[in-house]
């Protein structure tokens, strides 16, 4: 299996393994268009490595700066972007959808 078909748990692991911190963020409902389906993931250590997908690009750079702060306090976020969210414009998300992503520490 080549390191691009590993699975976000197998990534998980193998990071884990060689002793990086990690967070992981799962898409727990959308609403309207959204880029990923629920149950999509994105995987993210402590350099802002990061594996997977949660919003197809447009959000991404934001939750891998907030995967940030999740690791070095251990304490999970629930994040919210639409459009009728500031945030989500300036982060690209004009799809029209709703995307909801709890981000944990992995330990």
């Given at each position: 299996m080549a390191a691009a078909?590993?699975?976000?748990h197998e990534h998980a692991l193998a990071w884990h393994a060689e002793g990086r911190r990690l967070a992981i963020a799962t898409v727990i409902e959308t609403w309207g268009s959204a880029p990923q389906p629920v149950g999509s993931q994105l995987l993210i250590d402590?350099?802002?490595?990061?594996?997977?997908s949660v919003s197809?690009?447009?959000v991404e750079g934001e939750v891998i700066a907030r995967a940030a702060d999740v690791i070095a306090t251990g304490k999970p976020q629930l994040l919210t972007f639409g459009v009728e969210n500031e945030a989500a414009w300036q982060v690209g998300l004009a799809c029209g959808g709703t995307i909801r992503i709890y981000l944990e520490p992995l330990r």
């Amino acid at each position: 299996m080549a390191a691009a078909d590993k699975t976000i748990h197998e990534h998980a692991l193998a990071w884990h393994a060689e002793g990086r911190r990690l967070a992981i963020a799962t898409v727990i409902e959308t609403w309207g268009s959204a880029p990923q389906p629920v149950g999509s993931q994105l995987l993210i250590d402590e350099k802002g490595n990061f594996e997977g997908s949660v919003s197809g690009g447009c959000v991404e750079g934001e939750v891998i700066a907030r995967a940030a702060d999740v690791i070095a306090t251990g304490k999970p976020q629930l994040l919210t972007f639409g459009v009728e969210n500031e945030a989500a414009w300036q982060v690209g998300l004009a799809c029209g959808g709703t995307i909801r992503i709890y981000l944990e520490p992995l330990r």
